[in-house]
T-cell receptor
Framework: EDQVTQSPEALRLQEGESSSLNCSYTVSGLRGLFWYRQDPGKGPEFLFTLYSAGEEKEKERLKATLTKKESFLHITAPKPEDSATYLCAVQVGESGYALNFGKGTSLLVTP | NAGVTQTPKFRILKIGQSMTLQCAQD?????MYWYRQDPGMGLKLIYY???????DKGEVPNGYNVSRSTTEDFPLRLELAAPSQTSVYFCASSYSWGRRASYNSPLHFGNGTRLTVT
């Protein structure tokens, strides 16, 4: 069975304290790996798509990387406004519908 | 741009009642989806549609029905509501222009409908 596991479940950082979130996956035929950010009471907001091992993408303080077994979301010098739940999802089919989501990592950045 | 609009935002149902969750998108996306999100769990796919008149089951379809008569709208129908359907429901849409994964846009989500069945 295809699985997506995110760790840690929750992470508390001080402002400026860099860290990484992990997303490990066991799927056959990975077509793409997605990172989303979700704020309380809101729908997930798209951050990145990664398609192949070795690929990296950056946006402001966030950098996503992909290997054959896992993806990391690196947060450099986080600010309180980076506090949110970060979701990882894998696409296993050729069509856009087959997204398997992890349970998410809840990030709290304190001043 | 409105993006994906879901109504209502909140609803309380009694066991056995029925209701329809509305979803509309204005991005001319061909794919639409319904997910549910339970506390501490990942999003689970209920139903999806690849175009008007075409729908298919996802991972957790039991107790739900959908229809897609237009490109813009994708309502989710709950018949005979049960406490197990208490959840937050998210509608999403995307655009696909080919079979390769890189030919799919990311999913755009609405802000959800929080449903409680008591």
């Amino acid at each position: 069975e295809d699985q997506v596991t995110q760790s840690p479940e929750a992470l508390r950082l001080q402002e400026g304290e860099s860290s990484s979130l992990n997303c490990s996956y066991t799927v056959s035929g990975l077509r793409g790996l997605f990172w989303y950010r979700q704020d309380p009471g809101k729908g997930p907001e798209f951050l990145f798509t990664l398609y192949s091992a070795g690929e990296e993408k950056e946006k402001e303080r966030l950098k996503a990387t992909l290997t054959k077994k896992e993806s990391f979301l690196h947060i450099t010098a986080p600010k309180p406004e980076d506090s949110a739940t970060y979701l990882c999802a894998v696409q296993v089919g050729e069509s856009g519908y087959a997204l398997n989501f992890g349970k998410g990592t809840s990030l709290l950045v304190t001043p | 741009n409105a993006g994906v609009t879901q109504t209502p935002k909140f609803r309380i149902l009694k066991i056995g009642q029925s209701m329809t969750l509305q979803c509309a998108q204005d991005m001319n996306h061909n794919y639409m989806y319904w997910y549910r999100q339970d506390p501490g769990m990942g999003l689970k796919l209920i139903y999806y549609s690849v175009g008007a008149g075409i729908t298919d089951k996802g991972e957790v379809p039991n107790g739900y029905n959908v229809s897609r008569s237009t490109t813009e709208d994708f309502p989710l129908r709950l018949e005979l509501a049960a406490p197990s359907q208490t959840s937050v429901y998210f509608c999403a849409s995307s655009y696909s222009w080919g079979r390769r994964a890189s030919y799919n846009s990311p999913l755009h989500f609405g802000n959800g409908t929080r449903l409680t069945v008591t």
